[in-house]
């Protein structure tokens, strides 16, 4: 503490209101009581880190109240603090020391101050737009998986027309033209190879219609 003359009729103020262990997003302040009204009161404020001596003086009321609230945040670390009443040049002796501890619950980008609530805040909103940003991503990739499934389900109802409309057709060619080879030979009886022929044809015909209708069948299960 700084050395300075004393005058009796100038007491030690009494420093009764202090933030002692508070972090480096909150503001430093003190208070307490003076000898009297109107007297200078001297407060300082030491780094015991780096040895810097903050010094500031308030005025005390007419029942001799003093408040000093600092206008900035404080470094994290150690601190000192003491008082001295000043009048007329004269300085009482200090008050007791008290000290004060800064501790670090907030980030500092040059003059920008973030509070760890805020960090966590942030941290928050961003998993929260990432998680946001996978449901979206997911939710179009199944749109366009069930769009290219609907294609695809459309391609494939469109071969059964194809194969049952070929079949249709190619049956219908065969039994018109055996059809016509029984109309020319009315007149001759077939023979019993040419029956046994005709029968195989005829009974290959359905085993190919059944064959597919049970191939489509399976394939609308599939789909359902």
């Keep these: 503490p700084p050395q300075s003359s004393q005058n009796e009729s100038l007491s030690p103020p009494i420093i009764s209101t202090v933030s002692r262990n508070i972090s480096n997003d909150e503001i430093f302040y003190v208070g307490g009581k003076a000898s ?9 404020l030491q780094n015991l880190s780096t040895g810097e001596t903050f010094e500031q003086t308030v005025i005390s009321d007419a029942n ?21 009443e000043r ?38 909103a961003v998993l929260f737009a990432i998680a946001l940003g996978l449901l979206i ?10 769009k290219k499934k609907r294609l695809l389900l459309k391609e494939v109802k469109e071969a059964e027309d194809s194969i049952r409309q070929g079949f249709a057709v190619l049956k219908r060619d065969i039994e018109a033209e055996l059809a016509t080879v029984k109309k020319a030979r009315l007149s001759k009886a077939l023979s019993a190879e040419e029956k046994e022929k005709e029968t195989r044809l005829l009974s290959d015909l359905e085993k190919v219609e059944s064959y597919i209708g049970k191939e489509v069948f399976d394939i609308e299960k599939i789909e359902l």
């Design 36 to 44: 009297g009204p109107n007297l200078g009161i001297v407060i300082y």
């Design 64 to 84: 001799g109240n003093w408040f000093y609230r600092h206008d900035s945040f404080l470094q994290s670390g150690e601190y000192i603090l003491w008082a001295q």
């Design 87 to 124: 009048f007329a040049g004269n300085a009482s002796p200090p008050s007791p020391q008290v000290k004060i501890t800064v501790i670090p619950t907030a980030f500092q980008f040059g003059s920008s101050r973030l509070s760890y609530e805020t960090v966590y805040a942030l941290l928050s």
């Design 137 to 146: 991503v997911i939710f179009v990739i199944g749109r366009r998986g069930n």
